[in-house]
């Protein structure tokens, strides 16, 4: 394995580490295109494994918070999004295909088994 090889693996490992970045990416990969106050929902719900209306509003905005200002931002510089804050979107760009098999060898091996039993990606 060369050099670039082994550091493009080694990001994206990096980046598939975080839950909240996973769970944003299964949910994305189903459609390819998301509103940022959708993804802070489905993420909250599943990093809590919780119902929706069990929710609070802390818990989304420290949600919203940590994909604002880390998860998105690390996201988009690995091309694997792109979004903009003041719309809310967000899209899978050209570089998701790259860790789409990286993702879904996580998502088989979640806890969760609403994560586990969605639709290959």
Not at 91 to 110: C, K, N, W
Request: aromatic share 6%.
């Amino acid at each position: 394995m060369n050099q670039t090889n082994a550091s493009r693996m080694e990001a994206a490992c990096s980046l598939l580490a975080e839950s909240e970045r996973r769970f944003l990416l299964y949910q994305l990969a189903g459609n390819r295109t998301a509103n940022i106050e959708d993804l802070v929902s489905q993420v909250a719900v599943w990093e809590l494994d919780a119902r929706p209306n069990a929710i609070d509003k802390e818990v989304r905005q420290r949600v919203y918070v940590s994909l604002v200002h880390n998860h998105l931002p690390r996201l988009a510089d690995y091309d694997i999004i792109e979004y903009d804050l003041r719309s809310g979107d967000i899209v899978l760009a050209e570089g998701f295909e790259d860790i789409r098999p990286l993702l879904e060898q996580f998502r088989q091996t979640e806890e969760e088994p609403e994560i586990r039993e969605r639709p290959p990606l």
